[in-house]
């Protein structure tokens, strides 16, 4: 076992709870923090910052939910002597262009890319898990997701696959060093076309309905969630209906040596685990 630890932020999260359970099977020392977890992280209180950076080496990052803090979470980590960082971002972030979407995701790269340390960026498309978890779960299960989202496919990918991206990239020092790496899954599916396979899947009558950005704006709010929070996954509907990431990538293949999970594969293990049960 190394000496390193290794820092998962947002560690009780989609990715990072997966990614530190898999460093840990392979002998590295982990550093779990989110602001639930007993090392405790909180992208709006620095004060806590050096206490979770101190005698780490390496460090997985998710962005903080607005720009900014990023570049003085990078200068401290620097400062504390980590030599390492890899962070998870959005596929396609350089073709985003005035889009309104993903600005958190994208003034953290900067931060990342611009700074002297050894950095590694994963640009990963849409999860598999977010068709079993929040925020489309509970709508499948009531039979209707509806979306402002067309005929412009998605190649959504797996968390189990940007999981094992993750923990080899962030367990091999050096061989990854200045790489972007773009992560989707093996072919691109229609919003429509997933939720057919939902359907066949879990053997119930469970429908797709496209609406406009404003309508679809409207309904997250109206089931609580914050209006900016909402304008937000709006945009990157919009975003994506440009077709800016609708193509596979090779990402996972190149880290791995092996083809990503498909999206059939997902849609049997859910739903033979009831994920849309009634």
Request: zero cysteines.
């Amino acid at each position: 076992m190394s000496n390193d630890t290794t820092l998962v932020l947002g560690a009780t999260g989609n990715t990072g709870r997966r990614i530190a359970a898999r460093l840990r099977l392979r002998g590295t020392r982990v550093r779990a923090a989110s602001r639930s977890s007993r090392t405790p992280f909180d992208w709006f209180r620095p004060d806590g910052w050096d206490q979770v950076l101190r005698g780490v080496t390496t460090a997985y990052v998710v962005p903080p939910p607005v720009p900014g803090p990023a570049h003085e979470f990078v200068a401290r980590a620097a400062a504390a002597g980590v030599r390492r960082l890899v962070l998870l971002s959005g596929r396609g972030a350089d073709d985003w262009g005035d889009s309104a979407f993903g600005l958190d995701m994208r003034s953290a790269e900067d931060a990342v890319r611009g700074s002297a340390l050894e950095w590694t960026v994963l640009r990963s498309s849409n999860f598999d898990q977010n068709f079993d978890g929040p925020p489309f779960r509970a709508p499948l299960a009531a039979g209707e997701l509806a979306l402002p989202a067309g005929a412009v496919p998605e190649p959504f990918i797996d968390l189990e696959d940007v999981a094992d991206v993750a923990a080899t990239v962030l367990s091999e020092p050096g061989r990854h060093a200045g790489r972007i790496y773009e992560l989707t899954g093996p072919r691109a599916l229609t919003w429509a076309e997933a939720v057919e396979l939902i359907s066949r899947a879990a053997g119930l009558p469970i429908l797709y309905r496209r609406v406009s950005p404003a309508e679809y704006t409207a309904t997250l709010v109206g089931e609580g969630w914050n209006e900016e929070e909402a304008r937000h996954l709006a945009e990157m509907f919009v975003l994506l209906e440009g077709g800016v990431a609708t193509r596979p990538t090779d990402g996972v293949a190149t880290v791995l040596g092996r083809a990503p999970r498909s999206f059939e594969d997902f849609v049997v293990r859910a739903a033979a685990a009831g994920a849309w049960s009634r």
